[in-house]
């Protein structure tokens, strides 16, 4: 019998396997808010190790997502976006740095904002 873990683990597989290219894109953007909420809680709890783990894979997401970037097709947009994931990273290494609760309250508020026209965009 699956455990709970492995069931969850299989529906995210099933989920990321059958996903559009464009609810990939939503997928990673709820990981990266759901990891700079968790590293939020982490700094209130004070648990260094679990902030830093948390910041790392929302800058993992974010590298993902600039990489994603289609410069050829979205012209003007696109090094526009590359410059907000640059700039979310960055608040991303500060944050980890100066275990700054600000920073990560930023960069969920831009990701937020992002996430909510990227599924306009996507119909």
Sequence with gaps: MMNYQQT?????????????PAQLISMLMAGA?????L???????????????????????IL???????????GS???????????MYEQLVQANINNDSAKLAEVDTLMTDLLVTWKQLEG
């Design 8 to 20: 969850n683990q299989s529906y995210l597989k099933n989920q990321v396997m059958s996903a559009s």
């Design 33 to 37: 808010i759901k990891n700079v909420k």
């Design 39 to 61: 590293a939020q809680k982490a700094i209130e709890a004070e648990d260094k190790p679990k902030t830093h783990a948390k910041i790392l894979l929302a800058q993992d997401i």
């Design 64 to 74: 993902e997502l600039k990489y994603a970037v289609n410069q050829d097709v979205e």
């Design 77 to 87: 947009v696109g090094p526009e976006l590359i410059n907000l994931y640059d700039y």
